[in-house]
């Protein structure tokens, strides 16, 4: 697929009403491409237990490309490296501010909202106008990116409201009784080289991140591998204070 783009940003002065305008053309990504060259000939409409369920995700969230699977907008404090390769930025360079393919209707002063009376499909590709009140989205703007409709919500995440951005696990009632199995239910990313494990838990405002090691490849001589023996090598707590965890999903305290 190929993709081309410009951009033009038009910011106005409140004090003496005086307009700058930025232009540029767009690079591309593989964003897009990779995801629908996931769904070869189409037969992920046919995954799961409904076919009108699975193609009516699709159509929602992911197509036409335009408003959905492109329909968001994120700026950039500091600039992005140029490669189309580069789809998940670092989490060191947080939005100033991001839109999506709707109007803000939240608190949330990062995010502006999509013009209704302009833009839309044109007769060569499509147009988004997003507008930014003198009070959303403050700050420096270094680099611009195109995301989907749903990145456009909340960016990296978005304390005033995560209804729409992220998907909610189903509840379950599930007794963790000790701490291995704490540790291995918030597990996060696991090192099978290494034989190492990475938890993340939450508590309160606070966030806590452990390394253990457990017996996946290898195993030692007085290790078994039906108990999930496990040693904590790592254990860092963090205060949050930018992002908070949602109060809607169910999360697992830590113990130490």
């Known amino acids: 697929m190929k993709l081309k783009g410009s951009m033009k940003i038009e910011l106005t002065d409140v004090n003496t009403g ?13 964003a897009v491409s990779n995801v629908l060259g996931l769904n070869l000939l189409g037969t992920l409409y046919y995954f799961g237990s409904s076919y009108s369920n699975t193609l009516n995700g699709w159509m929602t969230n992911l197509l036409p490309i335009c408003p959905n699977l492109i329909g968001g907008i994120l ?14 930025p670092t989490s060191e360079n947080l939005p100033v501010a991001y839109a999506s393919n709707d109007v803000n209707s939240s608190t949330d002063l990062q995010r502006g909202s999509l013009s209704q009376t302009e833009g839309g499909a044109t007769d060569d590709g499509y147009q988004f106008v997003w507008e930014f009140t003198n009070t959303q989205g403050n700050g420096t703007i270094a ?10 919500v909340g ?24 701490d291995i199995t ?7 990313e696991v090192d099978f080289e290494n034989d190492t494990v990475v938890s993340i838990a939450f508590s309160s405002s606070a966030v806590t991140i452990t390394k253990f090691r457990i017996p996946i490849l290898s195993i030692g001589l007085k290790e078994k591998i039906d108990d999930s023996t496990a040693t904590v090598t790592e254990t860092h707590t963090i205060t949050c204070t930018t992002f908070l965890p949602s109060s809607t999903y169910h999360t697992v305290e830590h113990l130490h």
């Open 18 to 30: 005086e307009v700058t305008t930025v232009e540029h053309d767009n690079m591309m990504t593989d």
């Open 143 to 152: 680099a611009v990116a195109l995301t989907s409709a749903l990145g456009g």
């Open 182 to 188: 704490k540790l291995l239910f918030n597990a996060v």
């Open 75 to 88: 700026l950039f404090p500091n600039t992005l490296t140029e490669d189309s390769g580069n789809i998940y």
């Open 155 to 178: 960016g990296y995440g978005s304390i005033a409201d995560d209804s729409s951005a992220f998907l909610l696990m189903s509840a379950l009632n599930q007794s963790l009784d000790d």
